[in-house]
């Protein structure tokens, strides 16, 4: 070996200014950017030709029998074989040997049958009192990283697999959630911005027909809001491969409502922005239509979150135990508390003028989660933000799992990972992590739908 003696200097030492000029380009400008852009459009292609995008359709997997009956339906598998040799016209599933694998519509199939046919005490089929309006959830922290989508997704698709339908709506312009859930958007008007559009220019139609009976000129349509008044639900709801998942996608256009929001409600200072979600929901029909409304949003509290925050009856708020994340989901509180309050003061001062009742935001639940939990270095930690937030904090801490990472590009989270592809200890452990999130939350909901449920009965007595 040659020894020269001679450590080299660090790296950062004896750089020559003058060399280093040379390596400069000329300033940068916009120009370059666009440049940047097309060349990662081409890269983009080209890795996609050797195959290293997905086929940009993503399809849900198959469920083993051993699924079906640990998870999904509760019977013995015994008697789950022996119910599908007795009736042929069932979902027979698919593969050889004793383990069959089933789609999720089959399981769903096979759920309707155990449900008119088996044991009366069981619960096959999830508990939805009827007449009484689908639960929304929003998810929001104006921390980025704290799990937000994971929990949405995990939720939407845990309550899919108990069969309830549901629609998840993706307020983040980053997407996550909509390449999550396989989806395909074009522009903003595949977005939830046109729903936001169609509310103001409703709301501007209105208010022109008022400033007509004073003899004032119309506020001007431009062409956005006047496409945006033709917009209906079905052009921007789209399915996902969970056969009870229908997708609002995001891409980064949505962002743009941010900036617009504000510049219309300069134009028109009565227009409710923080209600587009709420009228869109309900004049819809969509809470009829679904089970559950999942809104994942971006970390900030805009426009976007305001909506879904004043859209949601559930609101739960991720955070991971450190000190960080306390402190900042504590202020995040705080702004929510003040931007609610504002809104509150600024519509009923304008209401008593008007001599309408004054309105409230009013929230069912409202629950701090502690997400990315490792018990053996933040229970202590944990422990005291428990004992703060009190009866707004989930039980359950949602531990850390490797596995939500490790599922992959086309797999998403826990419950599209095939169980094959781990150890079952781990497997049975990090699927628990959401299962009992998902317990908790499901808690919440039938608690509200069973008391909204009541209350339309007492209603109907009352009237009676
Ligand atoms: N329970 C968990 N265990 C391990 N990693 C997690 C868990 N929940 C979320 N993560 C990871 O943390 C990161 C941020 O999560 P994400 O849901 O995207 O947060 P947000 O939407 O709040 O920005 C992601 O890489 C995600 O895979
Ligand atoms: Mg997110």
Known sequence: MVQTGKTPPPPYLNIDPAEAAKKLSDGINTARFAKAATFAAKGRDDLARRGYAPDGRKHLRKF???EVCRYLIPVATAHFRRVLKTHEDLPQGTGDGGTKWFTLDEVMRLRAHFATEGVATREYRPYRPKGVPAKVLAVANFKG???KTSTAAHLAMSAALDGYRVLVIDLDSQGSMTSIMGGQVAD?????????AKH????????????????QPPLPLDETLTEALTFEARQVIQPTHWPNIDLIGAQLNLYWAEFQVPVWRMQSGNWPLWDALTGFLDSERLLDEYDIIILDTPPALGYLTINALAA???LLVPLGASFLEFDSTGRFFDMLYSTFASIEDGENASRRRDGLPEMRFEWDAV?????????AQQTDLANVIQAYFGDFM????????????????????????DYRGFNRDTYVRGRETFD????????ILLGIWWRDAQMAETDAQKEA
Do not use: C
Not at 189 to 195: E, G, I
Not at 210 to 215: K, L
Not at 367 to 375: E, G, K, M, S
Not at 436 to 443: G, I, P, Q, S
């Open 64 to 66: 083993s029998t051993w």
């Open 145 to 147: 990283g704290v799990g």
């Open 188 to 196: 903003e008007w595949m977005t939830a911005f046109p729903l936001l």
């Open 200 to 215: 103001y220019a409703l709301h501007l139609q209105s208010e022109n027909a008022v400033r007509a009976a004073a003899g």
């Open 312 to 314: 949601a009856d559930i």
């Open 367 to 375: 629950r701090a989660l502690i997400t990315r939990f490792d018990a």
């Open 394 to 417: 989930t039980t359950y801490r949602q531990d850390f799992t490797a596995m939500v990472g490790q599922a992959g590009e086309q797999v998403s989270g826990i419950y599209e990972a």
């Open 436 to 443: 009992r999130t998902w317990a908790e939350v499901k808690e």
